[in-house]
């Protein structure tokens, strides 16, 4: 089956957008809270009530999650809330029992009762106060949707080697939000694609955009299966030899996450931009399994049909 980029997180916007109401959290940007990096976040204002707070997550279409797992820095209480989920951002269902938020990390919410598929999810607080200032760092979701597909990209990025927010090089846009830091040492570091669980994609080809053609060292693909044992996919390359560069693969195997590693040599020490990494991906490799299964049925109820008919006509003569 073709590879394309297409095919769902090759191309486009591929990031959860978050927000979040008025008055119980700090200033800090409440997109770090789905950013893929347990490192960073920011924090909730200690004694205020949360009644009528909510923090909710737009999934851009329509997904039936059944788990979330909630990352802090320590476990306190957050006072009572529950998750609930819309198809319009307007009448909102509740797709949980109330709960205590903060009373570990991290903190896994089953949400296996939720049978629909919904754009927008959110928590919402039902009653109580934060007890003490308290820090979050990441919300992450499990899901699928009417198509069989898994979970977002979620971003992990190793040693810093960027300046920015990491996540705009998966965003669908190629604006100058991110950039090299120049000139440093390129071994070793890394920014890593995960497709998530159950969600194995196999990647043929990958994009990488940049603002201008300068060499930022060399670098190669890995593809891993549980994101800590990693297998080279295709040769090394220079990196920054154009500014859309393409990376061909030799590649039939599908894994669960994928990253940018380098092997030697520095970033550039001009300016540089990474503006957007895309994918040729093959999603099409379960649904061919469906297809075929269906095929399969069918033609044996075809089968079966004849045999009948065939049976009842000789029945019929005799």
Do not use: C, H
């Given at each position: 089956m073709a590879t394309s980029y297409a095919n769902k997180g090759g191309s486009g916007n591929r990031l959860i957008v978050v927000s979040r109401a008025d008055g119980f959290l700090g200033a800090q940007a409440i997109s770090t809270l789905v950013d893929?990096?347990?490192t960073t976040g920011?924090?909730?204002l200690d004694g205020v009530d949360i009644t009528g707070k909510w923090i909710k997550f737009d999934f851009g279409t329509a997904k039936r999650v059944y788990q979330a797992i909630y990352t802090q820095t320590l476990a306190r209480d957050k006072g009572t809330w529950k998750w609930q989920a819309s198809t319009n951002d307007s009448d909102w269902v509740d797709i949980s029992s109330n709960f205590i938020l903060g009373t570990v990390?991290?903190?896994?919410?089953?949400l296996s009762s939720?049978?629909?598929?919904?754009?927008?999810?959110?928590?919402?607080?039902?009653?109580?106060?934060?007890?003490?200032?308290?820090?979050w760092r990441e919300m992450s979701f499990l899901y699928t949707d009417s198509a069989g597909q898994g979970s977002p990209i979620t971003l992990i990025q190793g040693t810093t080697i960027f300046?920015?927010?990491?996540t705009t090089i998966i965003d669908g846009s190629y604006n100058n939000d991110l950039y090299f830091i120049r000139p440093v040492a390129v071994a070793n570091k890394y920014v890593a694609f995960d497709f998530g669980v159950?969600?194995?994609?196999?990647?043929?080809e990958v994009k990488i955009y940049?603002?201008?053609?300068?060499?930022?060292?060399?670098?190669?693909i890995q593809g891993s299966n549980d994101l800590s044992s990693w297998v080279d996919i295709g040769d090394s390359f220079e990196l920054g030899t154009s500014t859309t560069q393409t990376i061909s693969l030799v590649?039939?195997?599908?894994y669960r996450g994928y990253r940018l590693i380098g092997v030697s040599g520095n970033t550039n020490a001009t300016l540089t931009y990474i503006r957007e990494i895309e994918f040729k991906i093959d999603d099409a490799v379960t649904t061919s399994i469906k297809k075929f299964n269906s095929i399969a049925y069918a033609d044996m109820k075809a089968v079966q049909g004849v045999a009948k008919a065939n049976i009842k006509k000789v029945q019929g003569v005799e």
């Amino acid at each position: 089956m073709a590879t394309s980029y297409a095919n769902k997180g090759g191309s486009g916007n591929r990031l959860i957008v978050v927000s979040r109401a008025d008055g119980f959290l700090g200033a800090q940007a409440i997109s770090t809270l789905v950013d893929g990096d347990i490192t960073t976040g920011g924090s909730f204002l200690d004694g205020v009530d949360i009644t009528g707070k909510w923090i909710k997550f737009d999934f851009g279409t329509a997904k039936r999650v059944y788990q979330a797992i909630y990352t802090q820095t320590l476990a306190r209480d957050k006072g009572t809330w529950k998750w609930q989920a819309s198809t319009n951002d307007s009448d909102w269902v509740d797709i949980s029992s109330n709960f205590i938020l903060g009373t570990v990390s991290p903190q896994t919410f089953d949400l296996s009762s939720n049978t629909n598929e919904y754009r927008y999810y959110r928590i919402l607080g039902v009653s109580g106060t934060i007890d003490l200032w308290q820090g979050w760092r990441e919300m992450s979701f499990l899901y699928t949707d009417s198509a069989g597909q898994g979970s977002p990209i979620t971003l992990i990025q190793g040693t810093t080697i960027f300046v920015g927010n990491v996540t705009t090089i998966i965003d669908g846009s190629y604006n100058n939000d991110l950039y090299f830091i120049r000139p440093v040492a390129v071994a070793n570091k890394y920014v890593a694609f995960d497709f998530g669980v159950d969600a194995n994609k196999v990647i043929d080809e990958v994009k990488i955009y940049l603002s201008s053609a300068n060499s930022q060292g060399i670098w190669k693909i890995q593809g891993s299966n549980d994101l800590s044992s990693w297998v080279d996919i295709g040769d090394s390359f220079e990196l920054g030899t154009s500014t859309t560069q393409t990376i061909s693969l030799v590649n039939t195997t599908g894994y669960r996450g994928y990253r940018l590693i380098g092997v030697s040599g520095n970033t550039n020490a001009t300016l540089t931009y990474i503006r957007e990494i895309e994918f040729k991906i093959d999603d099409a490799v379960t649904t061919s399994i469906k297809k075929f299964n269906s095929i399969a049925y069918a033609d044996m109820k075809a089968v079966q049909g004849v045999a009948k008919a065939n049976i009842k006509k000789v029945q019929g003569v005799e």
